[in-house]
């Protein structure tokens, strides 16, 4: 049999028709994603004019992606992460920007409510550098992670217990007139002090009877300074200075305080502040170094674990806000609330229940470490 070439079937036509054919394909033109091609076109296709489509011509933008876009795909490894930073900060933000004013409500002069609040971040910076190096080399971080949340708790919670003693009232007679009364609830007396003898050089010059005792509409204190807070009860009609030099009530409350009494909470409140600080101090800083640690590569996505924080802080703060602003009744008020005092309790159970979610979610964050204990 006699074979057959190419130019038996006009190979050499066939060749030339291509060549002239691949000629006539546009090129891609300037400013444009994707060339234009002649449907009817022959020959081989450039694959250099066709880019790899995007991953958003396959598929409709629906809600998961919208999420995957703000906060990056959900990893069952990192779902830990997330609900610890929001339920840990919004622990936070349910109770500690509202600390300074808690503070001057029980009595406390600026001095005392900044000292109190800016001791936490000295401490945490003295404190929070030892237990990360402790925690690398023993590998113990998830460990000292949960105790110091669960410090959080122990010595957060007893700040709403510690209040200086009422010792009298201060209270509305008519328009223009204030006396000082004793409190609904007596206090505490030592058995070596006589009763009867307390009474007579402590309350003596003031004690109304019985019939005083009912409460009535109070008018608003004098006009302070701005910033000034406790007050003096000089204006007070049976006020005596030998007596009452040293008693105080906070702006907008009915409680006098004596101030040796403040001191002593002052100094015991800042006694827990500074213990509870120096155990909890780690908990955020061991927490960011095993989300870092788990992303690896991707730390990047850092700041879509650490969003989840600033939600909680801000949704806590606004909720509380509103509560604590209708929690007006008070169980045991010695003297009956004034119309804007606050009652903060409810600050404090939201950050115990709240810290108390981050503590479980906390248990299931993973600790790794790339290096041998030495």
């Known amino acids: 049999m006699q074979p057959f070439s190419n130019n038996d079937y006009g190979g050499n036509e066939y060749g030339n028709y291509n060549q002239q054919q691949q000629q006539n394909i546009p090129m891609q033109p300037q400013g444009v994603a994707r060339p234009m091609v002649d449907p009817e076109a022959m020959g081989e296709v450039d694959p250099n004019l066709y880019p790899q489509a995007k991953e958003a011509t396959h598929k409709i933008r629906g809600k998961s992606d919208i999420l995957e876009m703000l906060c990056g795909s959900v990893d069952q490894e990192l779902l830990p992460v997330k609900t610890f930073y929001f339920f840990f900060y919004a622990a936070f933000g349910s109770l500690f920007p509202l600390m300074g004013v808690y503070f001057k409500q029980m009595g406390m002069n600026p001095g005392q409510c900044g000292l109190l609040i800016g001791t936490r971040p000295f401490v945490e910076f003295l404190s929070a550098p030892f237990w990360g190096s402790y925690a690398d080399r023993c590998k113990k971080g998830k460990m000292l992670l949960l105790a110091s949340l669960a410090a959080w708790i122990i010595f957060t919670l007893p700040l709403g217990f510690i209040q200086p003693p009422a010792t009298s009232c201060i209270e509305r007679k008519n328009a223009t007139d204030f006396e000082l009364r004793t409190p609904q609830v007596p206090r505490i007396l030592k058995r070596s002090i006589d009763e009867r003898m307390l009474e007579e050089v402590s309350f003596g010059k003031y004690t109304e009877p019985e019939d005083h005792f009912s409460r009535v509409e109070r008018a608003a204190r004098p006009i302070a300074a701005a910033g000034q ?40 409140l800042l006694l827990l502040v500074i213990i509870g600080e120096f155990f909890s101090a780690p908990a955020i800083t061991l927490a960011d170094s095993a989300v870092i640690t788990i992303l690896g590569e991707d730390a990047d996505r850092y700041g879509h674990q650490r969003m989840f924080g600033s939600l909680g802080w801000g949704l806590a703060m606004f909720f509380v806000g509103i509560a604590l602003d209708h929690s007006t009744a008070f169980p045991d008020h010695p003297c009956g609330p004034e119309k804007q005092e606050k009652n903060y309790s409810i600050c404090f159970a939201t950050f115990s229940v709240l810290m108390g979610a981050a503590l479980i979610s906390a248990t299931q964050i993973n600790f790794k470490y790339d290096f041998s204990v030495s």
């Open 229 to 268: 807070s406790p007050l003096g009860v000089s204006y007070a009609n049976n006020f005596n200075e030998k007596l009452h030099s040293d008693w105080v009530s906070p702006l907008f409350s009915s409680i006098v305080y004596r101030t040796a009494d403040i001191q002593k909470a002052f100094f015991l």
